[in-house]
C-alpha cells in the first residue's frame, strides 16, 4: 500500500482518533502483520506531541496456545506484571489504540468451556480497572489487513494481493482517503445533526420488525440520549472511538426487552465464528438462541456473567452506509457493525445517560445501564427492517423504512 | 527456510538452551521479524512442560522513536509497569529467551550523550531486580534474522535472498543442523574437558601479543575457574545460555590489566557500530580509547558508570571455530564472539569463581570479580595472536599460538 496514504491515515488514527493531550502516554495494542505502519503511528503520536508511547504487540496464534496448554488456573489470574499495568492505567490515563487485524477464526478449535470458564474468571479482575478509566481518556479502535482476515475476506487470490483489497477496503469504509481528517470532521457534524434529531422526541420505546423473522420491541431511558462517532471524555477531549463509526447509538433500558432478534451477519466472538443466529429475549433477558454454526461459543458468551444476556446498546445504521455499499462481508465486527443496525449483548454506555458524570455508577445501574464483562455487536439490519420510535406520549414515529432512516 | 529443520532449531532453543523445569513460565523476547518462528519456540516451551509463555516483542524503530522524541525524564524511568515485570521475575524465576535479530545499525544517528545519560539511569533500577535474579534461573540468547541485519551482512543480494543466507549462517554457527540436541550434547563435553584442562594450570595472569599491536597481561584470581558452553543454575538446572557458543572463558581480577588490545571485528552497540578501535589499560582500567568510527559511542559506553572501564570477562577461542570458518562477520556479538578471542568491559561473571554461591557479592567483588550496569564484548583474536599462561609459580605456559590452541 502506497505510504503517503498510509501516513495519512495514521495521522487520522492518532490525530481524530485519540487526540493526545500534550505529554499524555499512549498505548497502542497491535499484532505483529503491519510492523511498519504500527511504526507510522508511533512517530505520529509524538509528533502529535505524546509523550511516551508503548506497544503491545500481541499475536493470536500465541493466544491460542495459550488457551490450549495452560492450565485453567494460569488462565483465569491476572498476572502480577500484567495487573500492574492496568493499575498503571489507572494512574496516568493513557490514551489507547487498538489496531486490529485480528484472523476472524483465529481461536477455532479451542475448548470453547475451559475458554469462558477462565475468561470470566480474569476479565472479572480486570473490570475493577476498567471501571475506573472508562470515560476518562481518550481510545480508538481502528483496522490494518492481517493475512489470514484478508485470505478470508477476499478467498481465492494471493494472500499478498488480498491483503493490497482489504487495504482498500479498511481505507475506504474508513473514510481515510483524500484528506482523511477534513473528511471526519464533515462526518462528525452529520453524525451529530442526527442525534440532535433523534433526541428531540425523546422515544420511550424502539419496536423492530422484518420479514426474516425479527419482531422485537425495546424500552429506553427517559435519561437516554443518542450518541455517534467523535465523543467528549470527562476533560474535555474529542475523539473517535472507532474507525470506521457510521452508527447512532444508545443504551437501552435493562429489563425491557421483548421478541425475536434475527442475525444478518456473522459474528466473530474471541476468533470463532457464529453465523445464522437468532435471539428470543423476555423481559429483557435472552431465553433463547439458536445458531447453524457457533453456537456453543454463543451460548458461553451469553453465560459469562449474569447481565450479559441482557442488551447493552441499540444501533442505526441506514443500508446505505459506506461499508455496507461496499458489499465486503469483513468478518470483523468494527466493519460489520457500521454496516447494518446492531443491538449489542452486555455492557450498556454510561455515556448515553444525559449529563450522565453526575450519577453514581448505582445509579446509572438504577436507571437501565446493563453492566457486564462482555459488550458484543450482532448484526440485525436487513434490507426491508422498519423500525418505529415510541415517544413517551405513545405517539409512533417511523424512523426506519425499507432499511433506511425516514426522519 | 525449511520448516523442519526451523523447528529442530526451536527444539533446540527450548531444550538445551533454557531446559524449562514442569510448570515454570517462561518470557521470550523477540523481535517483529520471524512471527512464525517465534510461534514454534512458544509451543516448544509449552511441550517441554513449561508453564506460561509471555512474550514480549520489541521493535528497534521503535525503541529510535522514543530516543529521538521521549524527554530525558521519561527516558530515565523505569515506568511502574515495567518495575512489576521485574519484580514478578525476582518472584517467580521465569525461564529467559531471547531471539536477537537486531539491525546493527538500527539506532545509528541517535544522541549518544542523550542515549547513555538516561540508559545509565534507567538500568541501574533494573540492575537491582538483574542481581537477585543471577545464576537462579536458565537463560538463553539465539538469533533469528532480520531484514535490516541480513542485508548488512550479505550485501549486494536482494533482502529475501540475504535473510535465506543469513537463516543457513545461523543454522550452521549454531550447530542446529542434522541433530541440534545431540550435537551440543557433543559439543558441551568437549568445551567441559576444555575448561577442566585450563582450570588444572591455576593460571595467574594472561598475556597476549599480536603484530597489530596487542600487548596485554591481564591477572586472574587464584580462586577463578573457566567456564564455557552449558552452565548450571543455583537450583541445579543444566542449560546453554548462548547458542552458539564456542567459547571458553573466565572473569579476571579487577584492576590487573596493563597494556594494548587492538579490536579485530567491529563491534555493534545499542545500535551503533564501533570500528576499528583500541584500547589501552592501566591498573586494570581502560585509560584511553582510540576508534576509526563510534569512538564517541565508545566513549559513552565506558562512562556508563565507574566500573564500566573495568575488565568483566576473557574468552578464548581457536581460529578454526566453526564461525570464524565461515567467513562471514555477522556484525552481531552473539556470533562474532565466537568467531574471535575477545574481552568484556564492565560486569564479570560471579560463576566464574569456584563454589561462587558460597560468598556474598561483596565477597566476590573483594575477590575481584568486577560490578557494572553494562558487560560488552570486543574482540581482539587475531591470526598471529598468542596468549601465554603465567602459573602462580611463575612458569609460564603457551595456551595459544597463531590464533589457535596449543594445549
Known amino acids: 500500500?502506497?505510504?503517503?496514504?498510509?501516513?495519512?491515515?495514521?495521522?487520522?488514527?492518532?490525530?481524530?482518533?485519540?487526540?493526545?493531550?500534550?505529554?499524555?502516554?499512549?498505548?497502542?495494542?497491535a499484532g505483529l502483520e503491519q510492523p511498519e505502519f504500527t511504526r507510522m503511528v508511533v512517530e505520529e503520536c509524538y509528533k502529535a506531541g505524546s509523550g511516551e508511547v508503548v506497544v503491545n504487540f500481541t499475536d493470536m496464534t500465541i493466544d491460542k496456545y495459550a488457551q490450549i496448554y495452560q492450565n485453567e488456573e494460569t488462565l483465569s489470574?491476572?498476572?502480577?506484571?500484567?495487573?500492574?499495568?492496568?493499575?498503571?492505567?489507572?494512574?496516568?490515563?493513557?490514551?489507547?489504540?487498538?489496531?486490529?487485524?485480528?484472523?476472524?477464526?483465529?481461536?477455532?478449535?479451542?475448548?470453547?468451556?475451559?475458554?469462558?470458564?477462565?475468561?470470566?474468571?480474569?476479565?472479572?479482575?480486570?473490570?475493577?480497572?476498567?471501571?475506573?478509566?472508562?470515560?476518562?481518556?481518550?481510545?480508538?479502535?481502528?483496522?490494518?489487513?492481517?493475512?489470514?482476515?484478508?485470505?478470508?475476506?477476499?478467498?481465492?487470490?494471493?494472500?499478498?494481493?488480498?491483503?493490497?483489497?482489504?487495504?482498500?477496503?479498511?481505507?475506504?469504509?474508513?473514510?481515510?482517503?483524500?484528506?482523511?481528517?477534513?473528511?471526519?470532521?464533515?462526518?462528525?457534524?452529520?453524525?451529530?445533526?442526527?442525534?440532535?434529531?433523534?433526541?428531540?422526541?425523546?422515544?420511550?420505546?424502539?419496536?423492530?420488525k422484518s420479514a426474516n423473522g425479527t419482531d422485537f420491541t425495546v424500552g429506553l431511558m427517559a435519561e437516554g440520549i443518542f450518541c455517534g462517532a467523535a465523543e467528549t471524555d470527562l476533560s474535555g477531549r474529542v475523539f473517535n472511538p472507532n474507525i470506521p463509526s457510521e452508527e447512532v447509538f444508545?443504551?437501552?433500558?435493562?429489563?425491557?426487552?421483548?421478541?425475536l432478534l434475527v442475525s444478518t451477519k456473522p459474528l466473530s466472538w474471541q476468533g470463532t465464528l457464529i453465523e445464522d443466529f437468532s435471539i428470543r429475549?423476555?423481559?429483557?433477558?435472552?431465553?433463547?438462541?439458536?445458531?447453524?454454526?457457533?453456537?456453543?461459543?454463543?451460548?458461553?458468551?451469553?453465560?459469562?456473567?449474569?447481565?450479559?444476556?441482557?442488551?447493552?446498546?441499540?444501533?442505526?445504521?441506514?443500508?446505505?452506509?459506506?461499508?455496507?455499499?461496499?458489499?465486503?462481508?469483513?468478518?470483523?465486527?468494527?466493519?460489520?457493525?457500521?454496516?447494518?443496525?446492531?443491538?449489542?449483548?452486555?455492557?450498556g454506555f454510561d455515556n448515553c445517560v444525559e449529563n450522565y458524570e453526575k450519577y453514581s455508577k448505582d445509579e446509572l445501574k438504577a436507571l437501565g445501564v446493563n453492566d457486564s464483562v462482555i459488550h458484543v455487536d450482532f448484526m440485525i439490519g436487513s434490507d426491508d427492517l422498519e423500525i418505529t420510535g415510541v415517544t413517551c406520549n405513545g405517539s409512533e414515529i417511523k424512523v426506519f423504512e425499507n432499511g433506511e432512516w425516514s426522519i
Not at 444508545?250 to 421478541?259: F, I, V
Not at 431465553?287 to 459469562?304: Q, S
Request: aromatic share 10%; with cysteine.
Open 250 to 259: 444508545t443504551t437501552p433500558k435493562k429489563g425491557e426487552a421483548d421478541g
Open 77 to 208: 489470574t491476572l498476572p502480577a506484571w500484567d495487573r500492574a499495568r492496568w493499575q498503571w492505567m489507572t494512574e496516568k490515563f493513557p490514551a489507547r489504540i487498538w489496531l486490529d487485524s485480528d484472523d476472524p477464526d483465529g481461536m477455532a478449535g479451542i475448548d470453547q468451556e475451559k475458554y469462558s470458564r477462565t475468561f470470566s474468571r480474569k476479565v472479572k479482575e480486570i473490570k475493577r480497572y476498567r471501571d475506573v478509566i472508562e470515560n476518562r481518556h481518550q481510545w480508538c479502535i481502528a483496522a490494518v489487513p492481517g493475512e489470514a482476515w484478508a485470505v478470508k475476506v477476499f478467498p481465492g487470490v494471493p494472500a499478498s494481493e488480498a491483503v493490497e483489497k482489504l487495504w482498500e477496503a479498511i481505507l475506504s469504509a474508513s473514510r481515510a482517503n483524500g484528506d482523511p481528517i477534513a473528511n471526519w470532521d464533515e462526518h462528525n457534524k452529520v453524525i451529530h445533526a442526527r442525534c440532535e434529531k433523534l433526541n428531540k422526541y425523546k422515544f420511550r420505546q424502539l419496536r423492530y
Open 281 to 347: 429475549f423476555e423481559n429483557g433477558k435472552a431465553v433463547e438462541v439458536k445458531a447453524a454454526k457457533g453456537e456453543t461459543a454463543l451460548r458461553k458468551m451469553i453465560a459469562i456473567d449474569e447481565n450479559a444476556p441482557y442488551l447493552g446498546e441499540c444501533a442505526l445504521i441506514g443500508k446505505n452506509s459506506p461499508v455496507n455499499n461496499s458489499g465486503i462481508l469483513f468478518y470483523n465486527t468494527l466493519f460489520d457493525e457500521n454496516a447494518s443496525c446492531h443491538v449489542a449483548l452486555g455492557r
Open 1 to 29: 500500500m502506497d505510504k503517503v496514504r498510509l501516513q495519512k491515515y495514521a495521522g487520522l488514527i492518532v490525530r481524530s482518533g485519540i487526540n493526545p493531550s500534550a505529554g499524555q502516554p499512549v498505548v497502542i495494542t
